[in-house]
């Protein structure tokens, strides 16, 4: 039996509807896969930030499309976690509380709903798989390139073996991440390997996005033998171990200089922010060799919002 609050999935069936989240009024909508044969437990989220468009529908479409009686194992889909921010077409945030899920683990079953939403995951998603998997990809005034998180704390089997699954996928670059707080960093911290898949953004998806993003959830389920089938790998992602995270320095007008997946040069022009009267009050220079990862295109910005993530390579 796979069971999720109230939604449960018998032998060789799939069971999909609304999970309630404690004494809360918060529903998600999940999806239960329970294979006809035994074998790993597999979570997919999605929609940890409700306006990243792409990963939601690769998780809607998963959902629809995968069969339990091809499935060895079980699955669990969530699409999508931050279903309120989704509907109110809210980018970053729980509305609820203002607050960032993925900053918010480990979670508090006594806290605001976004504390409550990161205990749950934690304490009854996390805790029943073998591998997560979490999906993301460009907010809605961000743009990302097409790349693969692995934690970079934990167990070193853990980070070893998160490893090794993104090394398998179809990306351009595959990164290491030295968070803690982020849905999928916390899971590898307790124990579970995990990736986090960023693809896509600016509020918008197609058809070719979503049907790439489904094949790399193919090719982790048929590498855990939860799915039959032949890994098809096109290219080997590029690993990135030292990243920068830039911030705005100030209120403003952002811009940027470059585009997700551009090669950068140390000293290159990145980017500037202008007043309300277009004079230049902040310039930003790349620190060293690399390409753009994710990065804002909105033209507002304010002080210690993000405006770029580059990787060395």
């Excluded at 999508?80 to 899920?101: E, H, M, Q, T």
């Excluded at 982790?220 to 098809?232: P, R």
Aim: net charge negative; aromatic share 10%.
């Amino acid at each position: 039996m796979l069971k999720l609050g109230d939604l449960v999935a018998d032998r060789g069936m799939k069971k999909e509807g609304f999970v309630q989240i404690y004494d809360t009024d918060y529903r998600m909508p999940v999806t239960l896969i329970n294979g006809e044969f035994s074998g790993k437990t597999i979570l997919i989220t999605s929609g940890v930030h409700g306006c990243e468009y792409t990963a939601i529908e690769t998780a809607i479409e998963l959902a629809k499309e995968i069969n339990p009686k091809n499935i060895s194992g079980k699955i669990i889909i969530i699409h999508p976690v931050n279903v309120r921010a989704f509907k109110k077409k809210i980018s970053a945030v729980v509305p609820d509380d203002n607050k960032n899920l993925n900053r918010e683990f480990p979670g508090n079953i006594e806290g605001t709903i976004t504390e409550k939403l990161a205990h749950f995951i934690e304490n009854e998603c996390h805790i029943q798989c073998d591998f997560y998997i979490d999906l993301h990809g460009g907010d809605l005034y961000e743009m990302a390139t097409n790349f693969v998180y692995y934690p970079g704390i934990g167990n070193n089997n853990v980070i070893e073996e998160s490893k090794r699954i993104a090394a398998l996928l179809n990306v351009n670059y595959m990164v290491k991440s030295n968070a803690k707080t982020g849905s999928y960093n916390y899971a590898a911290i307790n124990g579970i390997p995990s990736i986090l898949i960023e693809k896509g953004g600016r509020g918008l998806w197609n058809n070719q996005e979503i049907y790439d993003y489904k094949n790399d959830i193919f090719t982790i389920l048929k590498h855990f033998n939860v799915l039959d089938g032949q890994i098809k790998q096109i290219n080997k992602p590029i690993d990135i171990t030292e990243a920068v995270y830039l911030e705005s320095t100030c209120d403003g007008c952002w811009y940027p200089k470059v585009e997700a997946g551009q090669k950068i040069k140390e000293g290159e022009l990145l980017g500037e922010v202008k007043d309300f009267f277009g004079n230049i009050i902040a310039k930003y220079y790349a620190k060293m060799n690399g390409v753009i990862l994710y990065m804002t295109v909105s033209l507002s910005i304010e002080k210690d919002e993000p405006l770029i993530a580059y990787g060395k390579c």
